[in-house]
């Protein structure tokens, strides 16, 4: 909450949470909200509708509140994701939505707009860090002719959510909170590094993607500690000024390309 200025938001409007949520109603933004509530965690006793209380109301509150809160992104799918882990974590309704913001609105911006460029921008920023960091691996995709979303959108949209363990993926979020979006790319370039001859195996399009979804399985990921300290060590140099140069020069190729 204070490293993301989350707690400062709060602090500074007492009340607008719950206004929010008192609001005009928007039927389009609850619909969509709705058919993606019993999508989110269905495995979670939490968010089972036979529990009470049942977390897919929070949920709801969260998400719809955000929506009137943030007009241009309104809901996208993958939000729920992000939401239900906030939810899990801090129990506490006006948190996670704080936090929320801080994720959608600060540290990942583009990511959940309707045209969702910032992410299409970051999985093309990843794809030039991943050919001059481990040449062979983007060799092999540019061969095959894989697309970069086709294996990694879910990493970038859920960060990392229901695709690495849970113990994992919180260390990963307090880094993201704390340094900011490239720790996405450290932690990415961290898995194909580490398993970069396993890739190199692949034949065809289905095989790389499967594999794609292998290497974030195992004990490498389970080992929290050990993981989290490879992602600073084994990409090497990697600062917000390169990765801001990247994000320039890959939006304008995606913006020339319609």
């Known amino acids: 909450m204070a490293l993301s200025g989350a707690q400062a938001q709060m602090d500074q409007n007492p009340g607008y949470y719950h206004r929010l949520l008192q609001g ?27 529990t009470e209380p049942c977390l897919q109301k929070t949920l709801y509150n969260v ?45 990942l911006p583009d990511y959940y707009t309707p045209a969702m460029l910032g992410l299409k921008t970051d999985q093309e920023v990843l794809g030039e860090l991943v050919r001059a960091k481990l040449p062979a691996v983007g060799a092999l995709m540019e061969q095959l002719g894989v697309l ?15 695709v690495l363990p849970v113990e994992t993926v919180l260390r990963i979020w307090d880094c993201l909170f704390n340094e900011g979006s490239k720790i996405i790319f450290r932690v990415a370039l961290t898995l194909i590094k580490q398993h970069q001859e396993f ?33 600073f060590s084994e990409p090497g140099s990697l600062s917000m000024a390169t990765v801001a140069k990247l994000r320039e020069s890959c939006r304008a190729r995606l913006l020339a390309q319609g």
Not at 34 to 49: A, E, G, I, S, Y
Not at 148 to 162: E, P
Request: hydrophobic share 40%; with cysteine; charged share 20%.
């Open 148 to 162: 970069w979303t086709l294996v990694v959108s879910r990493w970038f949209i859920c960060l990392f959510v229901d």
């Open 24 to 50: 005009e109603r928007n039927p389009r933004l609850e619909d969509a909200i709705r058919t993606d509530l019993n999508r989110t965690f269905p495995d979670n006793v939490k968010f089972q509708k036979t």
């Open 199 to 231: 890739i190199l195996e692949a034949t065809s399009i289905p095989d790389i993607c499967d594999k794609f979804k292998q290497i974030t399985k195992g004990s490498f990921v389970m080992e929290c500690h050990t993981f989290m300290q490879k992602i």
């Open 63 to 107: 998400l719809l509140a955000y929506g009137h809160h943030n007009q241009a992104v309104g809901y996208c799918q993958g939000m729920n994701f992000i939401a239900g882990y906030l939810i899990l974590i801090t129990n506490n309704e006006e948190e996670s939505f704080w936090l929320l913001d801080a994720l959608v609105g600060r540290i």
